[in-house]
């Protein structure tokens, strides 16, 4: 009887525990996107194409993941996996 209670106690704590990781890495991956969005709003000029390309590899790196930066009308302008500079992400759901 004891082992069954503590598995039921551990099942909800194990949920919770998972849903506050997700929770941190969602607030982690949001406060980084801020940051990538002011600094590339100062590297919107042409000639500062490879600024915006080092900016988003650190931040992938940072994130341990993919960073892209679209304009406002959904079209790509830095990547840090190289797709096509113009790619239209418009259809795309935002997060």
Known sequence: MLVLAIVA???PLATSVARRA???V???ALAQADVVAA???DLLGPGERRERERLVDVAAANVRGRVIVTDARGRLIADS???PV???Y???ERR
Request: aromatic share 0%; charged share 40%.
């Open 90 to 92: 418009a259809g795309r």
């Open 39 to 41: 600094t590339v709003a």
């Open 9 to 11: 106690l551990e099942v």
């Open 22 to 24: 997700d929770a941190e």
């Open 86 to 88: 113009g790619r239209s």
């Open 26 to 28: 969602r607030s982690q």
């Open 81 to 83: 996996e190289d797709a």
